[in-house]
Structures are given as structure tokens and as C-alpha cells.
T-cell receptor
Framework: EAQVTQNPRYLITVTGKKLTVTCSQN?????MSWYRQDPGLGLRQIYY???????DKGDVPEGYKVSRKEKRNFPLILESPSPNQTSLYFC????????????????FGEGSRLTVL | QKEVEQDPGPLSVPEGAIVSLNCTYS??????FMWYRQYSRKGPELLMY????GNKEDGRFTAQVDKSSKYISLFIRDSQPSDSATYLC??????????FGQGTRLTINP
């Protein structure tokens, strides 16, 4: 089954304790992205990757790191989490960058709800 | 000012009603326009996309784009309780970005 898998789905942690949210897709997609979803603010892009070893900042990258060493995996790293990073996080992927051949269909994971105390 | 503005609702209507959801945007560079549907505790899923100004119909759903007014709409006819979800408009910006609206939470009451 084609899917984007995120782990953990739920996590409660404390300020400053490093954590990693994993994301894996089995569709051989080139493009992957992380979003956070907050009430009243919608989905905001954190980082994206056009291909292996190619990553770039989205709109809200502060406090986050990513890496893309393999095509299927795109982990999100919070080096020193703070309470303002409490949010619902989504990983998404699509076959290629947006344009004529890809008009915007992103495939999303089920989400990871993170609480930082 | 956000690049994409969407009324967050919540919006509650009776079953069978026509629903109108709307987004405005400020960036003329946006190219493709989409509507995603997100059920509770799930990730968003693509519902429809459009490119040019005009209407696109898919069953009970109609997507409308007015590039001159920078305004897009989604109409749902004969709404069903199963349509209850959050609806997000989204727009592509170049090859790299998909920009989302805030999402409108819709409830269809039986």
C-alpha cells in the first residue's frame, strides 16, 4: 500500500530534550516536506526537499533541522524543543516539484502530535 | 498579511444544503489551485485542483477560480454528513512550495 509513515504519532516531551520525528514514503517520490498545523494558522511549511541531499527552508524553519540521506526518508529533528513547538506535524511527499506534470497533489502522513512541556 | 486567507469557520449547515467555501490570495505568482479535505485525526487529501479561471466540476463538488479577483471557491451540492471535515485551499508557488489557507471546519447536520 502506497503511504507516508510518521513516527511517533503522539509524543510528550520536556523542554530541551532532543527528539526526532521519522518520516518514510514507499512511493519513490523525489519531493518531501514537513508542515506544522496550528489552530487559526493552518498548515505552515517547515522544510522541504526536492531530492536526496537537497533541502531548503520553508516558512517556519527556526528550531528545526532535517536531512535527506535516502530518497525514502526525511526525518525532522528538534535539537532543543521549546513549548512553542507544541503542534501537529505532518510529513508529505509527491513525485516531483510542482508544475505541469505535478499540479499539487501532496500525499500526507497521519500526523504526529507533539507536546513540549 | 497572509498570502492566502481562508475563513476558519466553523461552518455548520443542514444535510442537503449547498455549501460555499472561499479563499482569497495576494500573490499573482500562484499557479495551480487546490482544495484538500482533512478528516479528524487524519492527514489532508487532495479533493480537486484547477489551473485557469473558470469552473471545474466533479460530482457534487465544483471548484471555481477567479484570477482577476484573486479568489477561489469550492461549492458542495446536496451536502452529506460524510462531507463533515476541514477544507483547506492550497496554491502552488513555483516548483517548490504549496501554500495553504487556514482551513474551514465544516459540519453537515443530519
Amino acid at each position: 500500500e502506497a503511504q507516508v509513515t510518521q513516527n511517533p504519532r503522539y509524543l510528550i516531551t520536556v523542554t530541551g530534550k532532543k527528539l526526532t520525528v521519522t518520516c518514510s514514503q514507499n512511493m519513490n517520490h523525489e519531493y518531501m516536506s514537513w508542515y506544522r498545523q496550528d489552530p487559526g494558522l493552518g498548515l505552515r511549511q517547515i522544510y522541504y526537499s526536492m531530492n536526496v541531499e537537497v533541502t531548503d527552508k520553508g516558512d517556519v524553519p527556526e528550531g528545526y533541522k532535517v536531512s535527506r540521506k535516502e530518497k525514502r526518508n526525511f526525518p525532522l529533528i528538534l535539537e532543543s524543543p521549546s513549548p512553542n513547538q507544541t503542534s501537529l506535524y505532518f510529513c508529505a511527499s509527491t513525485s516531483m516539484g510542482f508544475g505541469t506534470m505535478n499540479t499539487g497533489e501532496l500525499f500526507f502522513g497521519e500526523g504526529s502530535r507533539l507536546t513540549v512541556l | 498579511q497572509k498570502e492566502v486567507e481562508q475563513d476558519p469557520g466553523p461552518l455548520s449547515v443542514p444535510e442537503g444544503a449547498i455549501v460555499s467555501l472561499n479563499c482569497t490570495y495576494s500573490n499573482s505568482a500562484f499557479q495551480y489551485f487546490m482544495w484538500y479535505r482533512q478528516y479528524s485525526r487524519k492527514g489532508p487529501e487532495l479533493l480537486m485542483y484547477t489551473y485557469s479561471s473558470g469552473n471545474k466540476e466533479d460530482g457534487r463538488f465544483t471548484a471555481q477560480v477567479d484570477k482577476s479577483s484573486k479568489y477561489i471557491s469550492l461549492f458542495i451540492r446536496d451536502s452529506q454528513p460524510s462531507d463533515s471535515a476541514t477544507y483547506l485551499c492550497a496554491m502552488t508557488q513555483g516548483a517548490q512550495k504549496l501554500v495553504f489557507g487556514q482551513g474551514t471546519r465544516l459540519t453537515i447536520n443530519p
